[in-house]
């Protein structure tokens, strides 16, 4: 089953609609580092981390991960763990998964830009927790953790992420 993320701020999954938070630009064509753009395209769903002392274990056949105050995602675009998931500390530029507003309690990595990653393309593109004020994103794609366990559940390795702008 895939999720259709549409350009609404709503979501599609086996005919039920979930709200989302989209990246502050919107949705892109040309993700770039920083730009705050969603990226429109068909991803492969890759990984589900989670933070074990907020949250149990999701229910998905995705492959899981608890997460740790060491674990980040490099985001620097001059460095050879671009858009790659590492050890903190690091010696580049990195976003820290053990965050204190609860936004990566649980997240799914989709497949943009990582097979090869291209320097400067974008990175860190996840579904993640919603902000409670439903406030914009970075360029992720966001939902209410209810609403993004129930997604988990229904999501197989098979399954895509499909932003697209209409």
Not at 7 to 31: H, I, W, Y
Not at 134 to 158: W, Y
């Amino acid at each position: 089953m895939d999720l259709l993320v549409g350009p609404d701020g709503t979501a599609l999954l086996g005919g039920r609609r979930f709200a989302c938070a989209l990246g502050r630009a919107g949705m892109v064509a040309e993700k770039r580092e920083g730009d705050g753009g969603t990226p429109v395209g068909v991803f492969p769903v890759r990984r589900v981390y989670y933070r074990p002392d907020r949250q149990p274990p999701p229910v998905t056949a995705l492959p899981v991960q608890a997460i740790t105050p060491a674990d980040g995602w490099c985001d620097d675009p001059a460095h050879a763990d671009y858009n790659r998931a590492v050890t903190l500390p690091h010696a580049a530029r990195c976003e820290q998964l053990w965050r204190q507003d609860g936004l990566y309690d649980l997240l799914l990595v989709i497949g943009h830009n990582d097979d090869p990653p291209r320097p400067g393309a974008g990175s860190a593109i996840f579904l993640h927790v919603r902000h409670p004020d439903g406030t914009p994103t970075q360029g992720c794609v966001a939902f209410a953790i209810e609403d993004l366990r129930t997604i988990l559940k229904n999501l197989t390795p098979d399954s895509k992420i499909q932003i697209k702008p209409a």
